[in-house]
């Protein structure tokens, strides 16, 4: 009984430690288990590269890049990494989100608010509005706004890139593979990326 | 001019950010060029600041709809063939399956393994015996070729145990010739069956008769002694020569036993038989003796009725005739009597019949007789 228990508790340990590429490869090998490990692993940073890609419904992205990842798995060849495949897939799918957007008429829930607190407007709906957490913090609330707003006022490509390396935590390599575009020039939308954070933040700094 | 000034750029650039990489990862602010120190450390700040907020939240239905597209798709999907075996191996059955079979085959093994342990150790320990015991190995018997073959299938039929004697050989070894131990070295790894079939006729034209009796009998002596020992190892080769020749003797004494158990069998069905016989001649003779005595007593009668002296004498020869064969000696020998009586009447010139000699003899007849009478 007691090394059942222990050979669970290695295995789960060796699922949680396992590389994007080895849980998926059991997950194709027919270990569901293995992608939801995947999934909260990624579900968060993927939401905010969604968010800060423009899209109107953030969760959509990343419930439909995740299928994607599901009913595609003959298509992943280990060539690249894991989530690489997986953010090139989200930046697709917000690409055209961002094409069907421009006919929609009203407000989606998920798209950020744009105004002082930077939440979207399905999350403004589910706190006690007016007000908002009481336990947020006073200085967080105002560096989020003031970095929300910078982030807007940076170009596509620089926003692009600062928020696959800052948040979602993709090296430049693969950012460059996941844009399709070359590494020094992925180094420079970064190095003009900080440079306008730091203008803008600098109350902060 | 244009491009190399736009890749200086770049290059410049990627050396920025390199250093920016360089100091998050842990670098020391000192290692920051000195342009880009200032600026660099204001990043740093930044990125701290901006690592401490939470990352939003996903739907849990979200999580639901993803995990669910994934067990349909894993349903629908082919799986791997090592999923296949790996969940095939996991039902109750082959798992129950496959520990029978593991046992069966540990069963199997434990059973062959006994032989098998013991034919290694005569195959070790035959070519490192010392020579003289090596040679003092076969000594079998000169029996026939024939006879030994079915001593040989006896002692195969394992009415032995298993277990080597760990006797000693008697001290009375007769030393084979060099051919023997040469015939021992040249065949390491034979059977122990197959020994004395093999090299008997050399025994039989190299060892002295007289001197194998007692030593096959100390042998079997040994050998019953110790037959339940394991030897130990150094003495595994001199064990194995006495057990040789105690499998000799073993298989000769069953030969023999087999020989004679049917004379025995005859000798158990031919005792009744002849008891059955003698009995049955001793119900005839004592048949018959009654039936002379019935004679006997029925002559006597005639005789003492008759009175012609002629047909009286030969009733007398013939009463005395069948009381001899009836064994009557007493009445015989009155019939003797009477009959001289008889002829001294017939030889008087009175011719009367002499009644007083006859009548002493009447009365001289035992009295068991007249009782019988």
């Not at chain 1, 908002?132 to 560096?143: E, H």
Request: net charge negative; proline share 8%; glycine share 4%.
């Amino acid at each position: 009984m007691w090394l059942l228990m222990m050979a669970a508790l290695v295995a789960l340990a060796a699922t949680e430690n396992a590389s994007d590429e080895a849980l998926y490869e059991r997950f194709v090998g027919g270990d569901s288990r293995a992608l939801g490990v995947l999934y909260d692993r990624h579900c968060r940073a993927l939401k905010a590269f969604a968010i800060q890609q423009g899209a109107a419904r953030p969760d959509d992205v990343v419930q439909d890049a995740f299928v994607r990842v599901v009913r595609n798995a003959q298509g992943f060849k280990g060539q690249s990494k894991f989530k690489t495949w997986l953010y090139t897939i989200a930046r697709n799918l917000c690409v055209d989100a961002s094409r069907r957007d421009k006919f929609r008429s009203g407000p989606s829930l998920d798209a950020p608010m744009g105004d002082d607190d930077g939440l979207t407007l399905g999350e403004r709906i589910a706190s006690d509005a007016p007000g908002l957490d009481a336990s947020r913090n006073t200085a967080d609330k105002q560096f989020r706004q003031a970095y929300e707003a910078a982030m807007q006022t940076l170009p596509d490509e620089q926003r692009e890139v600062f928020t696959l390396r800052e948040i979602s935590g993709l090296s430049f390599a693969e950012i460059a593979e996941a844009t399709a575009t070359n590494e020094n020039t992925v180094k420079s939308r970064m190095r003009y990326a900080l440079k306008a954070l730091r203008e803008a933040l600098a109350d902060f700094a | 001019m244009v491009e190399m000034t736009h890749d200086k750029r770049e290059h410049d650039d990627a050396a920025f950010v390199d250093a920016y990489e360089r100091r998050l990862a842990g670098g020391r602010p000192e290692d920051v060029p000195a342009a880009w120190r200032e600026e660099i450390e204001q990043m740093v700040v930044i990125h701290e600041r901006l690592a401490a907020l939470p990352l939003p939240d996903v739907s849990p239905a979200v999580r639901s709809a993803v995990l669910t597209a994934a067990a349909q798709a894993a349903s629908e999907r082919p799986q791997s063939l090592w999923s296949k075996i790996a969940e095939f191996l996991m039902r109750p059955g082959p798992i129950l399956a496959t520990a029978a079979a593991l046992a069966l085959l540990v069963a199997v093994g434990q059973r062959e393994s006994k032989p098998a342990v013991d034919a290694g150790a005569v195959a070790v320990s035959e070519p490192l015996a010392p020579p003289e015991v090596a040679q003092a190995a076969p000594a079998p018997a000169p029996n026939p070729p024939a006879e030994a073959q079915v001593a040989q299938g006896i002692a195969k039929e394992g009415d032995k145990p298993p277990s080597p004697p760990a006797a000693a050989p008697p001290p009375a070894v007769a030393e084979p010739p060099p051919a023997v131990a040469k015939a021992e070295a040249a065949r390491p790894t034979r059977t122990i069956a197959a020994q004395p079939a093999s090299i008997a006729p050399d025994m039989a034209a190299n060892t002295e008769p007289e001197r194998q009796a007692p030593q096959q009998a100390a042998l079997a002596e040994g050998i019953a002694d110790d037959q339940r020992k394991l030897p130990p190892a150094p003495v595994m080769g001199m064990a194995r020569a006495a057990e040789n020749r105690g499998q000799n003797l073993e298989a000769m004494n069953k030969a023999n036993q087999f020989a004679q158990a049917p004379r025995a069998e005859a000798k158990a069905e031919a005792e009744p038989m002849a008891v059955a016989q003698d009995k049955k001649t001793q119900d005839v003779a004592k048949d018959s003796a009654e039936v002379a005595k019935s004679d006997v007593q029925q002559l006597k009668a005639a005789v003492d009725k008759t009175t012609d002296p002629a047909k009286r004498k030969a009733l007398l020869v013939k009463l005395r005739a069948v009381a001899l064969q009836a064994g009557d000696g007493k009445t015989a020998q009155w019939a003797d009597q009477a009959l001289a009586a008889s002829n001294a009447n017939e030889s008087s010139p009175g011719g009367v019949p002499n009644k007083a000699k006859a009548a002493p003899a009447k009365s001289a007849a035992p009295a068991s007789e007249k009782t019988s009478y």
